[in-house]
């Protein structure tokens, strides 16, 4: 490298050549002089070189040393003009401490802002303010924050309630008005100001200098030696890895370096990479420049002089240093204001101007210190804080165009400071006013956007790559527009209103540029070449949503506003108007006695647009102007006269036509780019102003036309005029039959506009249209919504539309219209509509979508079916119209929507042959419903409108030309009975019924008697009896039907399932055959069950008959040791679960004896099963087919499955389980039950001898050829033990196979190898899973407090028989004398054996896996034994001893007694308290210093009895499967009795300890070996390591209950390898509590060959390849198993709605659920992480894309 080249020639500077340097006298000297400023330069110019900038810095605790000794120093005294420490302790004194907060933040802390009180999202507090502040109560946000940004606690205008915590609460006594300069000396404000204003000159002098080899004047170095770096700096532009690579090759540095270079130009903003003289760092700077400028700009890097360096070194040392010490005093603070924002005396700009306007040529290191310092000064200072705005606003522009120019995100820009000052409203308001910011920033926006077509519009179609790059910056700007208007003016002055409207006029003008951009022409013939560009439009129009909305609600808080700002906008919009006319000609249209004139003009053949934002800001403008009721009162004040209703129709009818053509299919050929456009026109996020606001248009044009001239205008531009207007327009069949695609096309045209008539009749949800305010209207969407399906809360939010604060407003009304249903450990809490609320439902409410409507329809008519209603959905009572829109009714009755709706009913009369459609008609009826409802409303209104709207009448007359053409009444009865129209009846009816009421109503009223509105004739009631009958018959049959089909698609679908079932139902009539069984035959064994030892219960022959299915073929087979293996599926894979020890070190797997497992049980091998039985034959099939389509796949495409074919992994094929292996299912063995059995001593005897002849035979063979005489000597073997003898291996050829196949299978994944079934340490890895999954059940068996048996899934079950017989027969598979060897080590561990070495000390073993090996490896030993010994006898040998070792180990490891316990003679367990006293002093007579003196039994013997238990049930569990022996009723429940009865099924004497005094004489010599091994006393001693019992089941680490704790706890985490860097993406490990540095470079390391994450590398060392951790800043659970496979999982933090926030995108506050995160517990320890992962894989294909290792 470089720099270590030059680094020996580098003088060094230290502190002790500095010795004789006071800084005292230095400022004295200063006080003395005339010149400061020359003084101190010089002093600059002399020393900072010889401290900073010396070559590579290895040392940058000396430097700061030596700047604080040498230049901070004297500025200090000099400051003071005392000692530092005491001048600036007493500044602190005087301090009056500032009520803001000010706190900064940093990247990823958690910041809070309250709904209720924040003056807008911006304002947020800091954690600890938070918890101090009233708004913990209220409803908060939680966020993290991007970094940058300070707490607003104590900002006055930022809150709207409780500004201030606890802790900045000011006090009542003091004046914030003083000035904090009235406690300083005069002398004292000079030095400062002296000190500050050289100190911030020559800061700004540095950071803003370019100059590479020269210094500003004063600051030449003394002496100036070549010596020069190669700086580079950071873009945006070149990716880390380019940086990396071209670093090596220029600077011929290592990769890791590289990375160290490339991660500080990407936080810093720029380093030097290179130190030497000039022509050294020249190379370098040529060779990055050539390598970096191929395609793109190169990399930036200058080469620069030391000096230079040095002292842009020190002037960010110095902004720092300025930094500080206003911190500890506010008149400091208010002096560096004072001095930043000095002008000269000619106008010259202020420092800070100067810093400012150089900020997009600073590097990012540089920008952020002097923003900080800007923050800590200027921003905190509420004079200086306005002085600073104002000088922010009059360099706006400028910053703006260089911010856009520059490529640095906006975080590093100075602009981004503006929402520090624009969110203050005060200071918002005084910058509009007095330095109209408003236009300043529209027009500037406008300005950066200058592409535009002929007739001025943005024109984005052809956008080149930088301008699409600048649009994006430029829309910061509207951001800034947002915060200046983001808090209304309560009061208007004069000035603000001129302001705010020459704003207004800007705004208008940037409108008018979008007004018909990217319009469209139908594409007829072939389809469109390209896609055009539409997202540029539609982005800005998104940005700006929220800014036309905010541009009304200003002009609605002041009539005079409200009132120019429509004659503007009206203005605008005809001068939009006068561009379009070109060959649109007038022609007039008549129908139904009507004429009108409009112009010639077709949607499907000239150019429409879908952008019309002057018109929508109009009609929203108008919509106001009515609510206010300025137009009633001042109708002078508006231009209403100029309004010409046609025109403003015009514009938004196109737009609403060329969605219906759209949905016609008539715009096919035009591509996605338009259905997309459509798409969001509609959309929740575009609609308010865009959609919503035509039809408000629609709405205001036909409320001032004659209704008839408004339905032609539209049936005109719907292209549906010439079908309706014909005479004979009644008989449309069989006329216009000449295209079947036209009359569909037109059938839909139709089907749309009447929605839109229904539409502009019906919407009266928007305040000034209908007489509502905002409340009803949010009521009514969030009822439609809820209509469709109950739904969460964040479901609700997203289907509502939010204001500029991400508010919807929803919470004011959800209660009233909504229950809320908790969720359960999944799933989500959700809404339900309240029944008195479906009323209000709307069957053609404007923001359903067609999909929507369906759905609500099916839903509610579903509803009402089961209460037992009519289904009918009629139209609801709409509120009133305003005046202004009150008009709108008569569109109901007027003679052309007549006209419309009796040509539709007369088409209906026949069954459609498409010329009418089903919506259709449902349409026409709901209008005339609307009609019905509306003259309803009208006559219980007052009775001048009853007379006026008499739509009963209307609809009873018939028809005018041609002939007598039927009322619509009339056509509505005939209708009735027509058998085509069954789905409608219900409809019809309700209109006939209502007609009915309306007649009688009005009869009575006229007759003016109040009669009985529900009087029906006899008649009547009779035929609605009938009616009722019939309706009740043709339901039930309906719901018949409908559960038929119900039940036949169920059964389609869970096909599969069902089998399943089936399966599992076979399975439980064979467990209930057993049991039954077994209480047929107690003739066995005497009355209590016994599972293991002579006397145990024996399968009879019907009792070891097992049928299974398998899932594959689906024959029967029955389980013969000699017939085809029958295999399950199963899951192995390794295991730290039980860990009590994450720290040991991995072994090496080549070399590692697992024969003795350790009792920290820190690795495991764990074997599941889904319990599905295949044939061996036909799971290999199926296992070569997955593998043969895997090869295939590779081949075309490299994607990765859930399963790793390669590794023996698949799916099973019935429940798409993870599988990596299969079990063979063995039979019981058949054994018989020999009376004469040998005792212990008896049989330790045999085994010893028989042990001894092995050694002997082995050694013979060994020693072939060799003559050894005293081997055959004493070594007679004992009587029927046959060494040569063969046994006869009774399982078929497949069974072998399989045992092989598994067998192998858990020795590969057990100790992460290459399979290689020959070797010895197969048999003991199965015996080991065994072991390790029947303790890992038996815990969580305790942990979910289950009984130990009965409770268990059959697949546990079947998994558990099978891996236990299996383990019993595996040995048949490996070579005899290598389980012989293993037998023989195993045994030593207990009973010495002089030729066995090395055994492990009886405190480094796990019982259970002794006990289990033992077990399992004794058959290849019994099977040479002819002496008719029983494996039964030797078994329950076993167990007793290791029972007794056990108990030994337990006494061995025991707690100290703590307090004397009061059950201390308890009484009961007298006998059991005095033999384990016995005992444990035998045991501290052998190991006197080692044992600590316990004298209560009591406490012993509880110790004895809770350490043993896990060990007493995993053995009965064990014995349990492996012979198959029934278990006692007491061990199927939780709690007493349970020791009893499992002593009693194990065989044991109910005191275990009485096994070792009825062999006292056996087992005393034993004990005594025991506890003469090295290793006890070694590990007594040192006490941490020691394993206790009982093992404390492990459980995921505790969690915070407020999820913030945990983001505040990430906040403050660093990146361990990169020295204090934030960490991106803090994840901690559930498992351990480990925080990690996820997902970044910095942590990468490398795993098995492969760069991994910190996630994937930790997954190994703590959770053996399976990991669970939580992702902070997401608040997501990532499951994570080997280094490709990973899936999300839901988090145990919920909101108050009962759901999670995933990516905290919502900021709900968020708690712990307990029950979730149990569940995630449970998965953990049941072993079902992997599995999980597999099926979260399986069900969403894109998890199996996602880089995993790299997390
Ligand atoms: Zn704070
Ligand atoms: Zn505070
Ligand atoms: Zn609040
Ligand atoms: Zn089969
Ligand atoms: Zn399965
Ligand atoms: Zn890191
Ligand atoms: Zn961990």
């Keep these: 490298m470089a720099a270590a080249e030059t ?50 810095n290895l040392n940058p605790q000396n430097e700061d040393l030596l700047a604080q000794l ?194 500080t130009v990407d936080r810093d903003g720029r380093k030097s990479v290179r130190f030497g003289d000039f022509q050294f760092c020249e190379q370098a700077k040529s060779v990055i420049v050539r390598n970096t400028s191929r395609q793109t700009k190169p990399l930036r890097v200058q080469v620069m002089h030391s000096s230079v360096v040095a002292h842009q070194c020190f002037a960010l040392k110095a902004l720092n240093w300025l930094g500080q010490i206003i911190r500890s005093s506010d008149a400091l603070r208010r002096i560096l204001c004072l001095v930043g924002l000095h002008q000269g005396p000619n106008g010259e700009n202020s420092l800070v101007d100067t810093l400012m306007l150089c900020d997009s040529k600073m590097w990012k290191g540089a920008r952020n210190v002097y923003h900080q310092l800007f923050m800590s000064s200027l921003l905190m200072d509420p004079k200086y804080k306005k002085l600073f705005a104002i000088q922010f606003a009059k360099n706006y522009e400028r910053l703006q165009s260089d911010y856009v120019k520059d490529d640095h995100d906006r975080e590093f820009s100075v602009t981004d400071l503006s929402v520090q000052m624009f969110t203050v409203p005060s200071l918002a308001r005084m910058l509009i006013t007095e330095e109209n910011l408003m236009t300043t920033i529209i027009q500037t926006f406008v300005d950066h956007l200058r592409h535009r077509d002929l007739q001025g519009r943005f024109q984005f179609e052809r956008y080149t790559a930088q301008q699409a790059f600048k649009f994006r910056r430029v829309q910061s700007l509207i951001g800034d527009l947002k915060y200046v208007l983001i808090s209304r003016p309560t009061e208007w002055s004069n000035e603000l209103r001129d302001k705010f409207l020459e704003g207004f006029e ?107 934002p002057v018109s929508r800001l109009l009609a929203g403008l108008h919509a106001l102007l009515s609510k206010t009721e300025v137009a009633y009162r001042f109708p002078e004040l508006l231009p209403l006269s100029e309004l010409s209703p046609p025109m403003l129709i015009e514009h938004p009818l196109r737009c609403l036509v060329l969605c219906a053509q759209v949905h016609a299919g008539m715009w096919r050929r035009n591509g996605f780019s338009l259905v997309n456009q459509i798409y969001y026109y509609h959309n929740v996020k575009c609609r308010v102003e865009m959609f919503d606001k035509d039809l408000v248009m629609l709405q205001a044009g036909a409320s001032m036309m004659d209704p008839n001239h408004f339905l032609m205008i539209v049936l005109s531009r719907f292209e549906l005029f010439h079908i309706f207007s014909s005479a004979d327009c009644r008989k449309r069949y069989g006329r216009e039959n000449i295209n079947k695609d036209v009359v569909q096309q037109n059938n839909t045209l139709i089907e749309e506009m009447l929605h839109l008539v229904i539409m502009v009749v019906g919407e009266r949800y928007i305040a000034g249209v209908g007489q509502v305010e905002s409340y009803d209207e949010i009521k009514r969407e969030i009822i439609h919504q809820l209509c469709i399906r109950p739904m969460a809360h964040s479901e609700l939010v997203k289907a509502l539309p939010e204001n500029e604060n991400k508010e919807t407003g929803m919470e004011r009304v959800i209660d009233h219209v909504a229950l809320f249903k908790k969720p359960g450990v999944t799933g989500r809490g959700l809404y339900k509509l309240r029944p008195e609320c479906a009323k209000m439902f709307n069957l053609y409410f404007n923001h359903y979508s067609r999909a929507d409507q369906s759905k609500a329809e099916e839903a509610q008519r579903k509803i009402k079916r089961q209460n037992g209603e009519d289904s009918v959905l009629p139209p609801p009572v709409p509120p009133h119209f305003c005046p202004l829109f009150g008009s709108l009714v008569n569109i109901l009755q007027c003679d052309v929507l007549l006209g419309i709706l009796g040509a539709v009913l007369q088409w209906a009369m026949e069954p459609s042959g498409g010329h009418w459609s089903e919506s259709m008609l449902q349409r026409v009826l709901h209008l005339l419903g609307m009609g019905l409802v509306e003259e309803q409303q009208h006559l219980t209104g007052s009775t001048e409108d009853g007379i006026s709207f008499n739509f009963t009448l209307k609809i009873s007359r018939p028809g005018e030309a041609p002939g007598n053409t039927p009322s619509i009444l009339a056509l509505l009865e005939t209708l009735q009975n027509a058998p085509h129209l069954e789905v409608h009846k219900d409809m019809i009816r309700w209109i006939l019924k209502t007609v009915a009421n309306i007649k009688t109503t009005r009869e009575c009223t006229a007759s003016a008697s109040p009669a009985d509105s529900s009087g029906h004739s006899q008649e009547e009631t009779v035929r609605d009896k009938d009616k009722a009958e019939r309706k009740r018959k043709a339901e039930m049959a309906r719901l018949r039907r409908e559960k038929i089909m119900a039940q036949m698609s169920e059964m389609q679908r869970h096909f599969i399932n069902e089998n399943k079932d089936l399966f599992q139902q076979s399975l439980e009539e064979l467990d209930a055959t057993t049991s039954t069984s077994l209480e047929h035959s107690p003739s066995t064994c005497d009355s209590t069950l016994v599972c293991v030892g002579p006397r145990r219960w024996r399968a009879g022959a019907s009792d070891r008959r097992q049928v299974v299915t398998c899932i594959l073929c689906q024959e029967e087979q029955e389980i013969r040791a000699d017939g085809k293996a029958m295999v399950l599926a199963a899951f192995v894979q390794r295991s730290t679960v039980m860990s009590k020890n994450r720290k040991r070190p991995p072994y090496n797997p080549d070399k590692y004896d697992p024969l003795f497992m350790h009792p920290d049980l820190s690795f495991g091998t764990h074997t599941g099963s889904c319990g599905h039985i295949m044939h061996s034959h036909c799971w290999q099939r199926y296992f070569e087919a997955v593998q043969a389509k895997e ?262 490891t025991s707690i100290p007694e703590e307090v004397r316990m009061e059950q201390e003679s308890g009484g009961a367990e007298r006998e059991e308290e005095e033999s384990v006293c016995l005992l444990y002093n035998t045991l501290r007579s052998h190991l006197s210093s080692g044992l600590h ?212 995108r919502r900021g709900n506050p968020l708690h712990l659920c307990q029950e979730r995160y149990r569940k995630i517990q449970k998965l953990w320890r049941q072993h079902s992480i992997t599995e999980e992962i597999g099926h979260a894989q399986e069900a969403n294909q894109t998890l199996v894309g996602i880089d995993w290792q790299h997390l």
């Design 7 to 56: 680094d020996s020639e580098v003088p060094c500077a230290r502190c002790s050549d500095f010795l004789n340097f006071s800084a005292k006298d230095t400022a004295a000297k200063w006080l003395e002089v005339d010149n400061l400023h020359k003084e101190v330069y010089q002093h600059l110019a002399c020393f900072v070189p010889k401290i900073y900038c010396l070559g590579p």
């Design 70 to 263: 040498l230049l901070q120093g004297p500025l200090e005294w000099y400051l003071c003009g005392e000692e530092p420490t005491v001048g600036l302790a007493k500044l602190e004194q005087s301090n009056q401490p500032s009520q803001l907060c000010g706190h900064v933040f940093k990247v990823g802390e958690p910041t809070y802002s309250c709904r209720d009180c924040a003056a807008d999202p911006t304002c947020v507090l800091c954690m600890q303010c938070f918890l101090g502040s009233v708004h913990k109560e209220h409803r908060y946000r939680m966020t993290t924050s991007g970094g940058g940004g300070f707490c607003d606690c104590g900002d006055t205008e930022a809150w709207k309630k409780g500004p201030y915590c606890q802790k900045h609460e000011p006090n009542i006594g003091d004046s914030s008005q003083k000035d904090p300069l009235a406690n300083l000396s005069e002398q004292m404000i000079d030095r400062t100001r002296n000190v500050f204003s050289i100190i911030l000159k020559y800061a700004v002098d540095m950071l803003t200098w370019e100059k590479e080899n020269e210094l500003p004047e004063g600051l030449e170095p003394p002496a100036r030696g070549d010596t020069y770096y190669c700086m580079l700096f950071n873009d945006e532009v070149h990716t880390y890895e380019q940086v990396i690579y071209t670093l090596q090759k220029a600077v011929n540095c290592t990769q890791k370096e590289a990375v160290s270079f490339a991660t």
């Design 506 to 612: 800007a705004f208008l003008e940037l409108l008018k540029c979008m007004q018909g951009m990217d319009p469209v022409v139908r594409q007829v013939g072939q389809h469109i070449e390209m896609e055009p560009e539409w997202e540029a439009a539609f982005t800005l129009q998104m940005k700006l949503t929220h800014i036309i909305s905010m541009m009304q609600e200003w002009c609605a808080s002041d009539e005079r506003v409200l009132i120019e700002a429509y004659k503007k906008c009206l203005s605008a919009l005809t001068h939009c108007h006068s561009g379009f006319t070109d060959g649109e000609q007038p022609i007039t249209l008549t129908m139904c006695g009507h004429s009108v004139d409009t112009i010639r003009y077709c949607v499907s053949q000239e150019k429409v647009s879908i952008h019309l």
């Design 1191 to 1452: 090869q295939r796949r590779q081949q075309r495409l490299r994607v990765h499955t859930s399963y790793d074919v390669e590794n023996g992994e698949f799916l099973c094929p019935l429940c798409e389980c993870l599988s990596n292996t299969v079990i063979p299912l063995l039979p019981l063995t058949k054994t018989t039950c020999s009376t004469e059995q040998p005792d212990q001593r008896q049989w330790i005897n045999i085994i010893s001898q028989q042990i001894k002849a092995l050694h002997a035979a082995r050694k013979k063979t060994n020693a072939e050829g060799v003559d050894d005489a005293d081997s055959a000597e004493d070594c007679h073997p004992p009587d029927g033990f046959r060494l040569d003898h063969t046994p006869k291996n009774p399982y078929s050829g497949t069974i072998k196979e399989m045992l092989t196949t598994f067998g192998t299978a858990t020795y590969k994944v057990g100790l992460k190898v290459h399979p290689n079934e020959q070797d010895a340490r197969v048999p003991i890895m199965c015996w080991g899973s065994c072991a390790y999954t029947i303790q890992s059940i038996e815990r969580l068996l305790v942990d979910e407090e289950k009984p130990l048996f009965g409770s268990l899934p059959c697949r546990q079950n079947d998994c558990l028989s099978s891996l236990t017989r299996f383990g019993s027969a595996c040995w048949t598979a490996s070579s005899q004398a290598v389980v012989h060897g293993h037998f023989i080590r195993l045994l030593a561990a207990l009973v010495p054996d002089s030729q066995v070495e090395n055994t492990p000390c009886i405190l480094d073993i796990d019982m259970f896996h002794m006990l289990v090996s033992l077990v399992l490896s004794y058959p290849a030993l019994h099977c040479l034994d002819s002496s008719g010994m029983s494996e039964d006898a030797a078994q329950l040998h076993l167990l007793h001893l290791v029972t007794i070792a056990h108990i030994v180990q337990i006494l061995l």
């Design 1493 to 1704: 003196e316990v004298t209560s039994g009591w406490h012993l013997w509880h110790c004895v009895k809770t350490g043993i238990l896990p060990y007493l049930r995993a053995a009965a569990l064990f014995f349990h499967y492996l012979n198959g022996a029934p278990v006692p009723p007491e061990l199927h429940a939780v709690g007493v009795g349970e020791w009893e009865a499992l002593c009693g099924y194990l065989c044991l004497p109910s005191n275990p300890l009485q096994l070792y005094y009825n062999n006292l004489e056996l087992l005393e010599p034993l004990l005594q070996g025991w506890c003469s091994h090295p290793g006890v006393l070694q590990a007594l001693q040192s006490s941490t390591a020691l394993i206790r019992f009982p093992r404390e089941s492990n459980h995921l680490i505790e969690l915070p209950e407020d999820y913030s704790a945990l983001i505040n706890q990430a906040s403050s985490f660093t990146c361990p390898k990169s020295g204090g860097d934030k960490s991106r993406a803090p994840t901690l490990c559930l498992v351990c509590g480990a925080m990690l540095c996820s997902q970044s470079y910095c942590c990468q390391t490398e795993l098995e060959g492969d760069d991994v994450g910190a996630c994937t590398a930790h997954t190994f060392s703590c959770g053996a390849g399976v990991g669970i951790f939580l992702r902070v800043r997401e608040s997501q659970v990532l499951f994570l198993a080997g280094k490709t496979k990973g899936c999300f999982y839901a988090p145990p933090y919920l909101d108050d709605y009962g759901e999670t926030d995933q990516g905290l």
